[in-house]
């Protein structure tokens, strides 16, 4: 399993950002895909998740409004699209997926909001 997350970058606030996650080595269209973010001193949180079987999302309260998960399967990927972003929103984003009951990780993407 490998996932390798990019787009995360250097924003103002109010800006957007597109996150995406590249998967390879399972069947993608058959695992749930999450988004956690870690900020400086916190624990890992999870953002986001979105369903294999009908594509059902979820989201943190602190994302809801503001980010939208998807995926492509045909591409084997997962984004984020983040927009309103606020200070608060800096952390290092993580893709993740869950196989056998083992937790498989990207290597983060950091996204840092700041004027």
Not at 61 to 85: C, H, P, W
Not at 87 to 112: F, H, I, K, L, S
């Amino acid at each position: 399993v490998k996932l390798v997350e990019s787009g995360g970058g250097l924003v103002q606030p109010g800006g957007s950002l597109r996150l995406s996650c590249a998967a390879s080595g399972f069947t993608f269209s058959s695992y749930t895909m999450r988004w956690y973010r870690q900020a400086p001193g916190k624990e890992r949180e999870l953002v986001a998740i979105i369903i294999s079987t009908d594509g059902t999302t979820n989201y943190a309260d602190s994302a809801k409004g503001r980010f939208t998960i998807s995926r492509d399967n045909a591409k084997n990927e997962v984004y984020l699209q983040m927009n309103s972003l606020k200070p608060e929103d800096t952390a290092v984003y993580y893709c993740n997926t869950r196989r056998w009951g083992v937790d498989y990780w990207g290597q983060g993407t950091q996204v840092t909001v700041s004027s």
